[in-house]
């Protein structure tokens, strides 16, 4: 079960990253991050008062609230270095993330078997490859770099934050909201300082309306990813939940080569390759 729902984590957040990535394309990231998250809370709201989750409330949702400030701040550093580039270095440097919730499981005692330690160091290495390291090129900017860490550091703490915000599937579903409710109250104040100073907050032609199924999408798929890891993480060791949650890159790689058309470099085709092995080691260890 910790491997069914840890891959399907990594595919729903590998499939949010590249609707976001499209989106920002064309509407400005902060705006992406709060109407995308606004969406999510919505649908959490309506599913928390349908299932009574307001009787879960307690101590545990300052996780949620704690993962909602941090989320944010990730975000936002990751989109300001993909902007710095090159995208060859951030993407990979970005999966450092699973750093955060593996050390927090050795922490508490977890050790993997032989098997597993080399499926953890093979599906990371496949993980790095797959985002397509560059190995040549431009100098990366110290700030590139100094924001990448800063965001693979939050979204591996918001990782280990949601794990703790509840004991069960209504309080998830509590936590969520309220994880989602705080995205978007930091991310609005983020917005509104970014009109003052004069930052867009549309695109020129207004809001578009048609990219609003998309924007629903992005906030669904990344919510729901929430969801299922926290519950790979409750069901089996944290160690593998996070390694296999991680291979997202994989995906975000694999739908840019099917949507639309890019070519998947041999590095990259190897990482997927071992990132499946490291997978199979995983599941079997």
């Known amino acids: 079960m910790t491997a069914f729902f840890a891959l399907t984590t990594s595919l729903l957040w590998g499939l949010a990253d590249f609707g976001g990535g499209l989106l920002t394309r064309r509407i400005p990231a902060l705006t992406v991050v709060v109407v995308s998250q606004a969406i999510a809370a919505a649908v959490l709201g309506a599913i928390v008062l349908a299932t009574g989750g307001w009787g879960e409330a307690g101590p545990r949702l300052w996780f949620a609230f704690a993962a909602g400030l941090v ?18 270095v951030v993407s990979p440097l970005a999966t450092l993330s699973v750093a955060v919730p593996l050390g927090v499981g050795l922490a508490l005692g977890e050790r993997p078997g032989l098997l597993q330690v080399a499926g953890i160091a093979v599906a990371v290495t496949g993980v790095v490859l797959a985002g397509g390291p560059q190995l040549r090129g431009a100098a990366v900017q110290r700030r590139a770099i100094l924001l990448t860490l800063v965001a693979a550091l939050g979204f591996g703490t918001v990782f280990t934050l949601i794990t703790e915000a509840s004991t ?30 004069g930052g867009a907050a549309l695109p ?25 890891y926290a519950v790979a993480a409750r069901s089996g060791p944290v160690t593998v939940a996070a ?15 099917g949507f639309l058309s890019e070519r998947l470099r041999a590095i990259q085709a190897a990482g997927a390759g071992l990132a499946l092995l490291g997978t199979l080691l995983l599941a079997t260890g």
């Open 71 to 88: 989320g944010p701040v990730a975000l936002l550093s990751f989109y300001q270095a993909l902007a710095l580039g090159p995208m060859g």
């Open 168 to 197: 069960n599937v209504t309080g998830l579903f509590l936590a969520l909201f309220a994880q989602r409710l705080t995205n978007v109250a930091v991310g609005g104040a983020a917005l509104a300082v970014s009109v003052r100073r």
């Open 204 to 228: 020129e032609g207004g809001f578009p309306w048609a990219s609003l199924p998309a924007l629903a999408f992005v906030g669904l798929a990344d919510v729901a990813a929430n969801g299922t």
């Open 243 to 257: 390694v296999l949650a991680s291979l997202y890159p994989v995906v975000t790689a694999l739908a840019a080569r």
